[in-house]
């Protein structure tokens, strides 16, 4: 008999301030519930996990592989100036991994969109609409 796997459970907050974007093989894909930056935070479905270097040698190839789909992604539908990456966990432990598509006209350029002012909640019209479309970019 194999083991059971760990039921995954999204940390409270990340549940709080993203909604359903996608779901890729190793990530669920979340969009950040702020509407000045398109932006998308990768969860892998690993539990307990807080560090890149704790997953597996195939998830971690895979973590690589996904976040350059998202990046092929945000490019496609937002055209960027620049993509942000980081993976920044000071104050949600479970590893995530952002993807930040940037212009330079965005409100926090150059600086990073970390602790730049408030987020700016999308419409629920609004935020169905990016989640469609992120959703038919990620089945092309």
Request: hydrophobic share 45%.
């Amino acid at each position: 008999m194999g083991v059971a796997a760990m039921p995954f459970t999204l940390h409270p907050r990340l549940a709080q301030d993203t909604a359903p974007a996608a779901r890729l093989s190793l990530c669920r894909v979340l969009v950040m519930k702020d509407r000045r930056f398109p932006w998308l935070v990768l969860v892998p479905e690993r539990e307990s996990v807080r560090e890149i270097h704790e997953l597996a040698p195939a998830d971690r190839a895979a973590l690589v592989e996904e976040i350059a789909r998202v990046g092929e992604v945000l490019t496609l539908l937002f055209q960027p100036d620049k993509l942000n990456v980081g993976a920044l966990g000071n104050l949600v432990p479970q590893l995530h991994v952002h993807v930040v598509a940037r212009r330079t006209t965005d409100p926090a350029w150059p600086g990073p969109v970390w602790g730049s002012g408030a987020a700016v909640p999308y419409e629920e019209s609004e935020l169905t609409e990016i989640q469609e479309r992120l959703a038919n970019a990620f089945r092309r």
